[in-house]
T-cell receptor
Framework: DTEVTQTPKHLVMGMTNKKSLKCEQH?????MYWYKQKAKKPPELMFV???????INESVPSRFSPECPNSSLLNLHLHALQPEDSALYLC????????????FGQGTRLTVV | GQQVMQIPQYQHVQEGEDFTTYCNSS?????IQWYKQRPGGHPVFLIQ?????EVKKQKRLTFQFGEAKKNSSLHITATQTTDVGTYFC?????????FGQGTRLTINP
């Protein structure tokens, strides 16, 4: 299994809603990542987890809250988002932290209304 | 902070023509990776280069890493319509992977 699975694929939420994005991999990878990608732009790193511990937080606003319940799962909790947070949210994993190839999930296309 | 510049931003070619995209880093990189993202898709890993001056080939794709480990290129020979997409380089510096802006390749069949 060489897949990173993200759910949901699409999400529309209001600015007062609370929602969560989920990511799962069963490749035994010990590093997992959240990226945000706006249209026609490169992925921007948000968070890195290494061995289930938060390794990097790229000064992301607190309305985004990551969680790594175990080595296979990564969540991103969303609360009080703004319309400008609308984007494709990509989860990725790699065997170790950015040493070799990252496998990306299909992404969650988020629209904040 | 670390920056990775990628040019050109867009490239339109006739099918069968060659294509090259270039990456330049502001700092020395420990490695550089290349990804392809099809329209509506997600980035897919193509290759990683680690050694100074390294050249790797994958069929019609040739990847180079500069001697100073600050620049890289991807060259596609005789493009096909399946090559359409955005090609990103991603450079690993001291800590994290930084993506270039990407080169969007479109092809006239």
């Amino acid at each position: 299994d060489t897949e990173v699975t993200q759910t949901p694929k699409h999400l529309v939420m209001g600015m007062t809603n609370k929602k969560s994005l989920k990511c799962e991999q069963h490749m035994g990878h010990r590093a997992m990542y959240w990226y945000k990608q706006k249209a026609k732009k490169p992925p921007e790193l948000m968070f890195v987890y290494s061995y289930e511990k938060l390794s990097i937080n790229e000064s992301v606003p607190s309305r985004f809250s990551p969680e790594c319940p175990n080595s296979s799962l990564l969540n991103l909790h969303l609360h009080a988002l703004q319309p400008e947070d609308s984007a494709l949210y990509l989860c990725a994993s790699s065997q170790e932290e950015v040493e070799i190839e990252a496998f990306f999930g299909q992404g969650t296309r988020l629209t904040v209304v | 902070g670390q920056q990775v510049m990628q040019i050109p931003q867009y490239q339109h070619v006739q099918e069968g023509e060659d294509f090259t995209t270039y990456c330049n880093s502001s700092t020395t990189l420990s490695n550089i990776q290349w990804y392809k993202q099809r329209p509506g898709g997600h980035p897919v890993f193509l290759i990683q280069l680690v050694k100074s001056g390294e050249v790797k080939k994958q069929k019609r794709l040739t990847f180079q890493f500069g001697e100073a480990k600050k620049n890289s290129s991807l060259h596609i020979t005789a493009t096909q319509t399946t090559d359409v997409g955005t090609y990103f380089c991603a450079g690993k510096g001291a800590q994290k992977l930084v993506f270039g802006q990407g080169t969007r390749l479109t092809i006239n069949p």
